[in-house]
């Protein structure tokens, strides 16, 4: 008897074709969805979309984003950009994007996350979920990961001006804002 070979859990390897991952984007959710290209295109869209949903718009810190789509019917969301990246966001906290991030947006949530980690304590983490609970006197946002595991934070650390006045960002974002801002003095 030979044996027994044990197969290998396909669930935890990455799609791949030709070499390269497959994208969670198909061509049905490209054919209905709001697709938005270039970098400060994208970065309102997105930062639109946040705040229409009651989410901080200063969630988003990643630059160079290439496309952002929105299915207005479903909520799926995409943002793609050229390569993987890390920024730190807050206190020890760093976070890493994936070259494509997707998630589901309803009202004060995302959720179904995917292509977004945090590091803390030398443990990276995969996120899976966003809310914002504003049930208590302070406005808390809260991430949550697939295993169940969540950690809140202040509504007011995500907020796009905090980030701004406060030096988190990274270069790219100080050119963005101060595009805003000659825009905003210009009319």
């Known amino acids: 008897m030979h044996p027994t070979v044990p ?24 054919a209905r969805a709001e697709i938005y290209y270039g970098d400060e ?24 984003i290439e ?4 299915v207005k019917d479903t909520g799926f969301v995409w943002l793609r950009h050229k390569k993987k990246r890390d ?3 807050f ?20 959720k179904n996350l995917t292509g977004v980690k945090a590091k803390e304590f030398l443990i990276w983490i995969t996120l899976s979920e966003i809310y914002v609970n504003d049930n208590n006197r302070a406005a808390s946002i809260t991430f ?8 809140s934070f202040p509504l007011s650390v995500f907020k796009f001006e905090a980030i701004v006045a406060q030096g988190r960002e990274n270069s790219l974002i100080k050119e963005y804002a101060q595009g805003i801002t000659k825009k905003k003095l210009r009319t």
Do not use: W
């Not at 496309?67 to 929105?70: A, L, N, P, R, V």
């Open 7 to 30: 197969t290998p859990n396909l669930q935890l390897l990455p799609k791949l074709h030709r070499g390269r991952e497959i994208s969670a984007v198909t061509r049905d959710m490209k």
């Open 41 to 64: 295109s994208c970065r309102e869209k997105f930062m639109l979309l946040l705040s229409e949903i009651g989410l901080p718009n200063g969630l988003l810190t990643i630059g160079e």
């Open 67 to 70: 496309e952002c789509g929105y």
């Open 87 to 89: 920024y730190y966001k």
């Open 91 to 110: 206190e020890n906290v760093e976070i890493c994007y994936d070259t494509e991030v997707t998630a589901y947006f309803e009202r004060k949530k995302i």
């Open 144 to 151: 949550k990961t697939p295993a169940g595991l969540s950690k």
